[in-house]
């Protein structure tokens, strides 16, 4: 059972364009949800994450969308850049539980 | 100096050897987390440790055992490695204070291919 689904797969962007990653969820439970961003040959690195009771967080050219209702968030890359080329994952995490659920990610090619 | 060190950070093996890959924290973390990354997969949990001697399963630990014997230290064992152990291997950790959202902070990985 797959507790946070995100799309797309992959997406290519050109310079200057809006980057959207989406993702759903599924558990009421879930009272945090952070996305990460792993350049190749790294680790995952948070990005950034936000609470489920703000519709929206934005760090600079970051957003994250927050529709609690319809258990729903994304992240907006605004101006993307070649540098933002990167697999980005959104996840969730809640309750008692301890578990950070992660989406299967997104590879992000920003072209010059 | 990276906060969360894995050693080795590429490893070749043979199918049938056991091989053991580790990872440190200068963090100072109580939690600690073993997870593998395919393509297309994402992220799976394999082992986690909430302190030291404290070992739980994740959600494909078949194959694999780890040990915490130390706050810093959490190793990750293969004992007979098969190829379909391929993959990339994180370890990461986290604080164990409600405010902290048990974030997790990763590692740079270890690239494992068995043939």
């Known amino acids: 059972q797959q507790q946070v689904k995100q799309s797309p797969q992959s997406l290519i962007v050109q310079k200057g364009g809006i980057s959207i990653i989406n993702c759903a969820y599924e558990n009421t439970a879930f009272d945090y949800f952070p996305w990460y961003q792993q350049f190749p040959g790294k680790g995952p690195a948070l990005l950034i994450a936000i609470r489920p009771d703000v519709s929206e967080k934005k760090e600079g050219r970051f957003t994250i969308s927050f529709n609690k209702s319809a258990k729903q968030f994304s992240l907006h890359i605004m101006d993307s850049q070649p540098g933002d080329s990167a697999t980005y994952f959104c996840a969730a995490i809640g309750g008692s539980n301890y578990k950070l659920t992660f989406g299967k990610g997104t590879l992000l090619t920003v072209n010059p | 100096d990276a906060d969360v060190t894995q050693t080795p950070r590429n490893r070749i093996t043979k199918t049938g050897k056991r091989i053991m890959l580790e990872c440190s924290q200068t963090k100072g973390h109580d939690r600690m987390y073993w997870y593998r990354q395919d393509p297309g997969l994402g992220l799976r949990l394999i082992y986690y440790?909430?302190?030291?001697?404290?070992?739980n399963k994740g959600e494909i630990s078949d194959g694999y055992s780890v040990s915490r014997q130390a706050q810093a230290k959490f190793s990750l064992s293969l004992e007979s490695a098969i190829p379909n152990q391929t993959a990339l291997y994180f370890c990461?950790?986290?604080?164990?204070?409600?405010?902290?959202?048990?974030?997790?902070?990763f590692g740079a990985g270890t690239r494992l291919s068995v043939l």
């Open positions: 440790s909430f302190d030291v001697k404290d070992i």
């Open positions: 990461a950790t986290s604080d164990n204070r409600a405010s902290s959202k048990n974030i997790q902070y």
